[in-house]
């Protein structure tokens, strides 16, 4: 049997964190998929399918285990169609494990056959957030310590653009 996880985010922009999880969410599945989905309660910079393609392209080297799909329903039921047996999940501070624990909650009382696995970020990625990265990009700051190099130059495009139409 083939064991599925899924690592559900808005990866708006994907980050180094990110990519962290992928990595090593990857190693503890036969088959991880990301699921790009919106956010009611955030407004994105890119749109879902500028993500998808982020994605896909920042996770095409980590191996053929790995599949890239959008998602706009419930988190266990994406899970559920996709045959998922885990939920993997990032943590980097106290205000995600209070945040990620009531979620986990909730989802076990929707679907008590898909567990919900934690990982700490490493150490060095914990205070990335992709909220932080646009803020310090939208200030003209430098995001390259937070995010690949190809996702820091569509960053900077994106904020170049709105520049341009709030001009």
Sequence with gaps: MTRTGVYPGTFDPITLGHMDIIRRGAHLVDRLVIGVTT??????????????????REVAHLGRNIRVVSFDSLLMDFAEREGASMI???????????????????????N????????MADVSLQP???????????????????????????VRARV??????GS
Aim: hydrophobic letters at 45%.
């Design 39 to 56: 956010n009611p309660a955030k407004s994105p910079m890119f749109s879902v399918e500028e993500r998808m393609d982020m994605v896909r």
């Design 88 to 110: 993997v999940r990032g943590l980097r501070a106290v205000a995600d494990f209070e945040y990620e624990y009531q979620m986990a909650g909730m989802n076990q009382q929707l």
């Design 112 to 119: 008590d056959r898909i567990e919900t696995v934690f990982l």
């Design 160 to 165: 170049e653009a709105i520049g341009r139409k």
């Design 128 to 154: 990335i957030a992709s909220r932080l990265v646009k803020e310090i990009a939208l200030y003209g700051g430098e995001i390259r310590k937070f995010v690949p190099p190809a996702v820091a130059d569509q």
